[in-house]
């Protein structure tokens, strides 16, 4: 974390300062799409974000990339330690050195939510789809995947609103926000089928899966081998179709948030949306290598989104000027007066995004 956005958002405290550099460090090596997206927030909103991703990261580290000998149960006691931390930080309300919680990412999370009055039962549903990671395995069913994503994937947009910003009431927005965490984690999934299976998860469907004859045998052959099959091709395209029509969900929602926050999450957009593009363009070989957009793609949907970051600036200046600057729909105001889980392709975009 820079100073400048420390003191742009108004965060004093040296503790706290050291917990959001802590955050932001965790997403710079973990998260680079939105890492990079972020950046074309306003400088005093970068901190809040990096709290509410670095705490995310922290708990699907602890699911995920402990030490391969450390085994459920003691993955387990260490989840429910962090969401018992996180209960005590999100009640004392602060996230000051005062204040309960002894992890970095907890402190800076508490004050965030403190702060854009974010409600508390997202990062409780959040802290339930982690635990689920541990035991479950496979979904029958496409509902049964979207109960899981509500906790790990739609309520990381939802958090994310009070900090962005609306120019409508955010109850109006907050659907096409979810849509667009269920997207992005959809995007995932579709990627990391290959390294999913190596954890033993397999989260596409199981019905999607059995329509086209592929089972986890199947996967694990394809896997093992290094081949090809039509029918694990057929599966991928149709979850990569219903990926697309959850994009489409969330767009609208993008000529919802605050001009300022649009550049942000349009690039974001565009990015994780790559990630589809990029599978299909590998001949769906996701069971083999990860399909990765290209640097220069993202270099020019950066350049563009900073390219969208000044016109906005410039308009929000000049709706002061002449006092005509759309109502925010916000929870907080920080110190300057704001508030304090693969791309589409651009035909299938509406106009807000292409």
Known sequence: ???????????????????????????????????????????????????????????????????PATDTAHRAAALGALEATLTAGLADGTGGPGGPGG??????????????????????????????????????TYADLLAYMHGSAAV??????????????REEAAPHAAALGIAFQ????LRDVGEDLDRGRVYLPADLLGAHGVDRDLLRW?????????RVTA???????????????????????????????????????GILDAVARDGYAVLHRRAVVPRRRRALVAADGLARVTVAQLRARGDRRHGGAARRHDSATGPSGTTAGRGARSRDLPQEVA
């Open 1 to 67: 974390m820079t100073d400048h956005e420390l003191d742009a958002a108004g965060i004093t405290d040296p503790q706290l300062r050291g917990d959001y550099r802590h955050c932001r460090a965790l997403n710079a090596r973990h998260g680079r799409t939105y890492f990079l997206a972020t950046r074309l927030l306003p400088v005093d909103r970068r901190p809040a974000v990096h709290a509410l991703y670095g705490f995310a990261r922290w708990a699907d580290d602890i699911v995920d990339t402990l030490d």
């Open 103 to 140: 992890e970095p990412v907890v402190r800076a999370l508490a004050h965030t939510a403190h702060r854009y009055a974010i409600p508390h039962r997202h990062f409780l549903d959040f802290m339930t789809a982690m635990r689920a990671d541990l035991l479950v395995t496979d979904y029958p």
């Open 156 to 169: 990381i947009g939802l958090q994310m609103l009070p900090v962005l910003g609306t120019v409508v009431p």
């Open 186 to 189: 959809q995007s995932n999934f």
């Open 222 to 230: 394809s896997r093992t081998t290094e081949r090809h099959d039509p």
């Open 235 to 273: 599966a991928l395209k149709e979850f990569e179709a219903l990926t697309r029509d959850v994009y489409r969900q969330a767009a609208p929602g993008l000529a919802m948030l605050d001009p300022l926050s649009r550049p942000c999450i349009r690039t974001a957009f565009v990015l994780y949306g």
